[in-house]
């Protein structure tokens, strides 16, 4: 059963995956890429695929914004699903104590994906002022 339910959720977290990003990149084309049939530059330029981003700082931020809306779409799900559990145990202790513990887990990846904003800007800060001789 621990197997399924493993699958089931792997499976669920792929499809949102593919539905919020693999159509936009797919459907999309970059405003700045410059692809082989259109264009007659032959210096062999490679040119960015992240746009105007040049710092690590700017990637990290890219990164760090991706992961959290993955995980704020993937946390209303498992926020509906810990509630539907609440609903279907029925008044039996050991459901309601798995439900409880699956919003329990929920809320503590929330609370972890969204801080790992403030941590970024607090290693970045001190990132500066250890560069800057602060």
Known sequence: MKKNKLILHTVMGAMMLVSVFG???????????????????????????????????QVLSIIITTVQIIAGVLSVVY?????LKFVLAAGDPAKIT?????????????????????????????????????
């Open 23 to 57: 159509l936009s990149f797919v459907t999309t084309p970059h405003a700045n890429m410059v692809y082989a049939d259109t264009t007659n530059d032959t210096s062999g330029r490679i040119t960015n695929p992240l746009g105007s981003t040049t710092t690590l700082d």
């Open 98 to 134: 798995k439900a409880r513990t699956m919003l329990l887990y929920v809320v503590i990846g929330v609370a972890i994906i969204f801080g790992a904003q403030a941590i970024s800007i607090v290693v970045r800060t001190t990132i500066m002022q250890v560069g800057s001789g602060q």
């Open 79 to 83: 926020i509906i699903l810990a509630g």
